[in-house]
């Protein structure tokens, strides 16, 4: 150990470069995970007065995992609401529904990202508690409190929409809070289905002693949540919010250490190799190979823990920064509070650590193997060939990621970015472990030209790259990386810019379109606004045999809109093991089951649904439910005189669905470019340094031959540019097979015939950027060795 800490100390210069690439990496990984944990979800204020919270049972999804919750039905809840009214200790029990309600002024939708589940009864208040601060309860159908915060008067009438449409309601009161509350009757109207129920403590009351009592009383009808599992209970909106900001991070955090795993790997694989002559020294004087390795392996998890220290303390740093950048991008739950807990440090230290420890694995098999002898020769003579375990690793690398590259233009729409990104990864490792063959030749072609001048350096400059390949690709590997991302990414976005509007254009052509213009859905007013065209009605139900979750559209196509029948894509049956003429029991979102016959099984089609049954039989069941957008043929008269609605041909509706989620898509995409270009950036610099620095004695022998400084400083810009050329193009290449799958998919996919395209402004500036970078680095040690040397 002392051995190890004092190499670490004497060679700290040769460390620096996987110091800070351990660094910037753990950084990076414990500020996504310290964001990630601060965006769990939490107890809603509107719950925050309550003891506990009744649920009904979970059902399931296809795969087996937990979703929704199966309402209980009006003759179910009444019973368990008599049943817990009477627990000791219990204060109120309060039938908690939610529905979609919000205010209308000068004829304009107010904007309420919540407004899907504004509406409640007025039970619902005192769950907080929201005290009124005016007025009275609501106690007819058309009375309404509302948050005293809307400027509404008491006594004043107030337009509302619901599902129903625009109606008008009185006000009677407001409250020191958000919502709309309704009579309990009206309330039960808009969901008739139970859902939640909430129970407030009695003064005085011990919970623990009540939630065992509820519990008794609830049994297998449903689970008893206190506490922090109240935070279960989330508006759509907000879980919509924390779903993208979870699905950024974590494609933050996977490319970090990705990038982190590559680069580190590759920079201790160049320290090790510049330290032949050393580890042959130690061999000659009686160091045993494993002693050789366990040195390596020491000195790679010091500097794994120092980088990792280091790395958390500037990840918590950051944290309010990136947690800044994602409210700005609005992907965040409201008011959000960056916390620091310990399993994020522990995570980016053992990941710090390992990759430290694993990248130097590599290393230390052939630090091991350096014979005796070798501290006679130079560091690099035995630097020059592909191993048989090399050739063998890359040649199956390479197999695997044209495999996934290929994959990529077959896969369907929710896998192929993932399948491009991972068929990228693979073929980026590929190329640095296949590297060594190439750039010997690469290196003497693009050196020809300058050959003819008479000048020694690009003589230098090729004897360098084929003296020295692996030391030569351990440069090239980071340059892959950054430009292959940057291609990767940029090349995505720009694709699908063009690919997916086109294709849904394609889908509408002739059609005009009504969409929700600042309300969350359609409401029957408008539909009955658009009388022709389809107006899918959606709804979460559950086929109660497996207790499966269902998304059923209500359709009034004359083709499926018979009462009693549904009609189902091959998925969906397979999954429920059905067949044409069979009789599925569903459970409706009121609670109530309906025997359902499958009289079609088609094709899968996203545009017609996988569990279609007739549209009234949804609004029957789900009074609260908002309808999609209406699609209105070229021969009918589509309308938006209803406010609340906008309309759009082909052509701008598929623009603006496509810029629904562009803002989002170019974000994550940029991030996730600055993140991989500006890491490998730093790690090229770095290598180009560390480089630099082991050839001091180099310099000497040049400069003793006549060498002069400018002479010297521009051989070494010319390798490093000639390096950053060679990766560069590698990492176009890599990346394109991918691109071109992925364009090939969205092609087929949406019959829009889109090519491939790529951000030419993008890859320049990658590529400028690594160079500059390189360049500057190399240069200024270059300068300091050989000031160095002069004094």
Known sequence: MMLILANVRERWSSFLGAFIAVLVGVALITTTLVIYDSARATTQARYEGTAAMVLPQQALDVDGSAEDRMPWSKGEAAPLVAGLDQVPGVGDVVVDRSFYAQAFKNGEPVTDEGAAESGHG?????????????????????????????????????????????????????????????????????????RAIGLVAAKGADTGVLVSAVKKVVGDKGDVVTGEGRAELQPWYIEHKRFLGVQLISAMALLGLFTTVFVVASMLVLATGMRRREIGLLRSIGASPQQ??????????????????????????????????????????????????????????????????????????????????????????????????????????????????????????????????????????????????????????????????????????????????????????????????????????????????????????????????????????????????????????????????????????????????????????????????????????????????????????????????????????????????????????????????????????ALADYQTDAKLTDSLAMMLIVIAVGYSVVAVANSMAMAAHGRRRDFGVMKSAGGTDRQLLLTAMGETVLIIVIGAAFGVLVTLPPLAGMASGLSQANSSGTGLHLSTGTLTIAILGTLVAAVLAGVAVTAKTLRRQAA
Not at 549 to 568: F, I
């Open 292 to 653: 050789i390795k366990r040195m390596i392996l020491g000195e790679a998890g010091v500097v794994g823990l120092l980088g990792s220290i280091a790395g958390c303390a500037a990840g918590v740093a950051a944290a309010p920064l990136l947690r800044d950048i994602l409210n700005g991008l609005d992907v965040t739950p409201p008011d959000m509070r960056v916390t620091v807990a310990a399993w994020p440090l522990l995570t980016g230290c053992a990941v710090g650590i390992g990759v430290s420890v694993i990248g130097a694995w590599t290393a230390g098999r052939k630090a091991a193997a350096v014979a005796p002898i070798e501290a006679l020769l130079d560091s690099r003579s035995t630097n020059k060939a592909m191993s048989r375990g090399r050739w063998t690793a890359g040649l199956a690398v390479l197999g695997a990621g044209a495999l996934l590259a290929g994959g990529t233009a077959t896969s369907t729409a929710d896998h192929r970015i993932n399948m491009a990104i991972f068929a990228t990864m693979i073929l980026i490792v590929a190329a640095a472990l296949l590297t060594p063959a190439f750039i010997g030749p690469v290196g003497r072609f693009l050196t020809a030209p300058f050959q003819r001048g008479g000048s020694a350096g690009p003589v230098l400059i090729r004897a360098e790259l084929v003296a020295n390949p692996r030391r030569a690709a351990s440069l090239v590997a980071p340059v892959i990386a950054a430009v292959g991302f940057a291609v990767l990414l940029s090349g995505m976005v720009e694709t699908m810019r063009v690919a997916y509007p086109a294709g849904e254009a394609l889908k509408v052509t002739g059609q005009t379109i009504v969409t929700p213009d600042g309300t969350p859905g359609n409401t029957d007013e408008v539909v009955a606004a658009n009388p022709v065209g389809k107006a899918a009605l959606p709804t979460r139900a559950f086929a109660t045999k497996d207790q499966i979750v269902l998304d059923v559209l209500g359709s009034r196509d004359q083709r499926w809109n018979r009462p009693g029948e549904a009609v189902l894509g091959k998925h969906i049956a397979s999954d429920l093991g059905v067949k044409q003429g069979d009789s599925v029991p569903v459970r409706f979102a009121d609670g109530a089951t309906v025997t359902l016959r499958i009289s079609q099984i088609l094709p899968d089609d996203p545009a017609r649904g996988d569990f279609v049954v007739a549209r009234d039989l949804v609004r029957a069941h789900d009074p609260a439910a908002l309808t999609d957008d209406i699609f209105v043929p070229g021969d009918a008269q589509a309308s938006g005189a209803v406010p609340g609605t906008a309309l759009h041909d082909a052509a701008e509706y």
């Open 122 to 194: 007025y039970g619902s208040a005192m769950m907080a508690p929201y005290e009124l601060v005016s007025g009275r309860a609501p106690h007819s159908g058309r009375e309404v409190v509302v948050d005293d915060a809307l400027g509404a008067a008491v006594g004043s009438e107030l337009t509302v929409n619901i599902a129903e449409g625009r109606k008008p309601f009185t006000v009677v009161g407001t409250v020191d809070g958000p919502g709309f509350y309704f009579s309990e009757a009206f309330a039960a109207q808009q969901q008739p289905g139970v």
